[in-house]
Structures are given as structure tokens and as C-alpha cells.
Nanobody
Framework: VQLQASGGGLVQAGGSLRLSCAAS????????LGWFRQAPGKEREFVGI???????YVPGSMKSRFTISRDNAKNTVYLQMNSLKPEDTGIYYC?????????????????WGQGTQVTVSS
């Protein structure tokens, strides 16, 4: 499967963005879809996942602000980000894996998109 992330940009602190990740190829509905981000000089960080069953998990630091959803008919996964902070700045990546569980590690995902830049100004 190939993934294409989009929707990044420059936004002021407190603002919102919705990232999209479109997938090509078969079997989209059977994939778990994750979002990660990477700030300059830092390791790639898990942002959240939506499993093939529609279960979502976003870690506590982002849980109240970020929401993940998917539209299997459009082969697309979304990351809605509200109340953005300067520390949310980074390149955001979508990833897919055909496992059924909640995967939070970079190495647990087989397929990756190219990333989209999110910059939050203070």
C-alpha cells in the first residue's frame, strides 16, 4: 500500500489543522493506521492509531486535542488537531500495518507516507 499525507501548513498557536492520508492499493479497511511526528533533532514520536476495527488510541499528552478517524470508502485516514501548540511542530507521518492490535512503535509499521510539515507559531 502507498500512503500520501497532506494538509500540513503554518498555523498560529491555538489553531487547528486536519491532516489527511490517502492510501492506494487494496485492503485499506484491514489496516491499522498510525500517525507519528518528528521534530528537528528528535526521534519520531507516536501520535495515535486507529485500528481496523475503528478503535482509536491517542496518548495522554495529545488525547484531549487530537482525534483520528478513517473513511474506508475513501481509503483515507484523518488526524484532526485542535488547540495546537508550538511544540506540536514537526513533520507528521502516516503509517499502515496489517496487524490488528494497537501498535505504537515505529518498527511495527510496514508502510509509511512521505510526511507533511506542520508548523505552529507562538
Amino acid at each position: 500500500v502507498q500512503l500520501q499525507a497532506s494538509g500540513g501548513g503554518l498555523v498560529q498557536a491555538g489553531g487547528s489543522l486536519r491532516l489527511s492520508c490517502a492510501a492506494s492499493g487494496r485492503g485499506f479497511s484491514s489496516y491499522g493506521l498510525g500517525w507519528f511526528r518528528q521534530a528537528p533533532g528528535k526521534e519520531r514520536e507516536f501520535v495515535g492509531i486507529i485500528t481496523r476495527y475503528g478503535f482509536t488510541y491517542v496518548p495522554g499528552s495529545m488525547k484531549s486535542r487530537f482525534t483520528i478517524s478513517r473513511d474506508n470508502a475513501k481509503n483515507t485516514v484523518y488526524l484532526q488537531m485542535n488547540s495546537l501548540k508550538p511544540e506540536d511542530t514537526g513533520i507528521y507521518y502516516c503509517a499502515a500495518d496489517d496487524g490488528s492490535g494497537v501498535r505504537t512503535g515505529v518498527r511495527e509499521y510496514r508502510y509509511w507516507g512521505q510526511g507533511t510539515q506542520v508548523t505552529v507559531s507562538s
